[in-house]
């Protein structure tokens, strides 16, 4: 027997993202002016969820995951090829 509840709509909205600690800065870099497909994994066949375009500042989260780099877009976690990636002193 399947049975619906409702719940009250105050306490139906999502729950907030967890807070991500940026842990650094990084520069878009060496993408002949294509952008960097920045995914949803650190997966060459997740979704992308943008292109940050060349020169584009972003704020790292953590260490890398193999060639992939955890980083905020948009509030979010999102992974990007760490090649494509330049620390401002570099």
Known sequence: M???TSVPEET????PAPQLEVTGTAIVVNTGGEGLRCRAAPDPDA????VLPEGMSVQL???AEGVWQPLVWEGQLAYAHRD???SAGE
């Open 84 to 86: 494509y990636l330049s």
């Open 61 to 63: 989260v953590g260490e």
């Open 12 to 15: 139906a909205a999502e729950e």
């Open 47 to 50: 979704p992308v969820l943008t």
């Open 2 to 4: 399947i049975v619906e």
